[in-house]
């Protein structure tokens, strides 16, 4: 695991010097050595973080014969393997014993087919010296981050934005196309990023690019095939197919810990495992602590468990670090929890393995059980009156009974956005500033992802719109960047294209039903984890925020935030105040789009007013 920056393009400038500054800036992504490779042409840049061939992998490394270069990140699972064909069928000789330089091998092997041959999580360029192009892609899932940006003659790429700023081409300006939809999914759903100009590469995509030309090709696109199984055939698969994966996960010279909430997705990965160490962190407020549940599975299991507690004021105070670190703004608060855990866990470790990605392979989240009674509703009453009695509940606000008719007022299409859903068009416009309100809808946004599985059932629409949105854009883009905050590998065994193979065959009843999401899933945790861990309701990472935020300190410290003069710029500051107010008097529960706001606050502050 480590980091890259790099540029092509000319400029009067010192390219070795600006190059070095632009690897300082991801530092923390690889704190063991650095290398660079620099011509007229090109300038790449490389963080290393020492997980496998600890003596051999330095880089950028080279080929054999002179004529390419690379620059990677991330961790290939196969590589031994591919390694063997290329020996054996094609008389390459490697000069290390690196995943890096398979990678590279294989690209002068197979060309343009090398990503789709990949079995692991990886961003990469290849340079051409000879003919001066490039070659780069992005893992399947979007594990690892790549973002590129063409300004002033130059192509700057690397695994952070922040890597961009001392490049004298770079123009740094913030998106208003994309500050709207930052309100309503609470992460920029868009390739473009909240740095205009900025993209992300997208999951599953390679590119070329010939110094003019920058173009993307899919060699993945997730898309559903149910298989010819039944429930006991599927449990089985699964328990096979993600021990499969775990051990190849577990590939590296360096010890391999895992995290641990109290949760099956992280227990089923550290029963399979049993690691010499795993991690967990609670909140010092009653209700907001899984701890206790990791701390009795590892009792049963014989692991050892390390637990902090965060307190409100550490909570608070390293806020503009999460912001920082996570390039673009970002409103997840199990953001700020992970890097806790991030940093409780590089402490002892440099790898550790997490459960991310089995709610989008298995069916995880309560929004994607199934409503009999909803459906019979849709079908009874017109689209016209569930729209006004789905507003009418809305207008009433957070009341049990009324759930079934927000829920059910429209179609999945018109409706689902993902995992959080902050503010809807109207609100995100009403407390926006004129200059950046917008005609585009979140179902802009959705809609291109809905067409592509028109035919599908309802749990497979959601499931497909969450592995192109909420996964890339949120849960991974929080994972990477608070882990490597810390110089941390993350490496996720359920986002896997063999685990992957078997999930898009799965069928909905034995995902969801009624009462039970990931249905087939936890019956094949029974075999590794009690009961009580494999069928516990899902959590996720609790926070109080809401609970700490009508305390009279939290209150003022964002209420300052909010009077600050750049606040008007983006936003109607007496509507800001107005839910800080009212979420401190219990009028209502404000607490998610006053910490979205404030989450953009911090981010902009960062970057824009001190740097």
């Not at 490049?167 to 309503?184: G, Q, R, S, T, W």
């Not at 509940?393 to 902050?422: C, P």
């Amino acid at each position: 695991m480590c980091g890259f920056a790099g540029f092509y393009g000319t400029g009067d400038y010192n390219r070795e010097e600006i190059l070095d500054k632009m690897g300082e800036m991801i530092a923390h992504r690889g704190p063991d050595s650095k290398g660079s490779f620099v011509d007229d042409y090109v300038g790449l840049g490389f963080r290393r973080l020492s997980i496998i061939d600890l003596a051999g992998g330095t880089q950028p490394i080279h080929s054999a014969d002179g004529k390419h270069v690379i620059i990677f990140n991330g961790e290939i699972y196969n590589y031994k393997e591919i390694r063997q064909d290329l020996i054996e069928n094609h008389g390459c000789v490697f000069q290390t014993n690196s995943d890096t330089e398979v990678i590279l091998q294989t690209y002068k092997t197979y060309g343009e087919k090398t990503a789709s041959m990949l079995r692991g999580m990886f961003a990469f360029v290849i340079y051409d010296k000879e003919h001066h192009t490039m070659y780069g892609a992005r893992d399947y899932f979007g594990i690892k981050p790549f973002y590129y940006a063409k300004m002033n003659g130059t192509l700057l790429f690397g695994s952070e934005i922040k890597s961009f700023l001392p490049h004298p081409a770079f123009e740094k300006k913030v998106n208003k196309d994309a500050l709207k939809m930052y309100l309503i999914f609470q992460y920029t759903p868009l390739n473009e990023t909240m740095f205009k100009g900025v993209f992300k590469l997208e999951p599953g995509t390679y590119f070329t690019y010939d110094g003019e030309n920058f173009k993307t090709t899919r060699y993945f696109d997730p898309t559903y095939e149910m298989a010819d199984r039944t429930f006991d055939e599927t449990v089985k698969k699964i328990g096979e197919t993600i021990q499969e994966s775990v051990d190849y996960h577990q590939i590296s010279d360096v010890e391999v810990g895992s995290f641990l909430s109290g949760g099956v997705d992280s227990s089923y990965i550290a029963s399979t495992v049993k690691p010499m160490k795993t991690y967990s962190v609670g909140f010092e407020v009653g209700g907001f602590d899984e701890t206790t549940y990791s701390k009795e599975l590892c009792e049963i299991l014989h692991m050892s468990n390390a637990k902090k507690e965060i307190s409100s004021d550490e909570f608070f105070d390293v806020l503009p670090q999460v912001q920082y670190h996570s390039d673009e703004p970002h409103a997840n608060l199990s953001a700020v929890p992970l890097f806790f855990l991030s940093e409780l866990a590089a402490k002892d470790v440099k790898v550790v393995l997490s459960g991310e990605g089995a709610d989008e392979m298995f069916g995880g989240y309560d929004t994607y059980k199934p409503s009999k009674s909803g459906d019979v509703y849709r079908k009874v009453v017109p689209a016209s009156l569930r729209k006004k009695l789905g507003d009418w509940a809305e207008s009433k606000g957070a009341h049990r009974g009324l759930n079934f008719l927000k829920r059910n007022a429209t179609s999945v299409e018109d409706s689902y956005i993902g995992q959080a859903f902050i503010m809807d068009n109207e609100e995100a416009d009403e407390v926006l500033a004129p200059a950046y309100k917008s005609s585009l809808r979140y179902q802009d946004v959705t809609k291109p992802y809905f067409d592509q599985v028109k035919d599908q059932d309802d749990l497979h629409k959601k499931l497909f719109l969450d592995m192109h949105l909420w996964l890339p854009h949120d849960i991974l883009l929080k994972a990477d960047k608070m882990t490597m905050a810390h110089s941390l590998e993350l490496r996720v065994p359920y986002l896997d294209k063999e685990v992957w193979k078997l999930a898009r065959g799965i069928q909905s009843s034995y995902c969801v039903d009624g009462k039970e999401t990931k249905k087939a899933f936890r019956t094949a945790a029974l075999a590794k984890i009690p009961m009580d861990w494999a069928k516990r309701k899902k959590l996720g990472f609790l926070v109080p925020f809401r609970v700490w935020l009508r305390e009279d300190k939290y209150y003022n410290k964002v209420k300052e935030m909010f009077q600050k003069d750049f606040v008007s710029e983006f936003f109607n500051r007496d509507l800001l105040l107005k839910w800080l107010e009212d979420h401190k008097n219990k009028v209502g529960n404000f607490h998610r789009k006053i910490y979205t706001v404030y989450s953009f606050l911090l981010w902009y502050e960062q970057y824009f007013v001190l740097r």
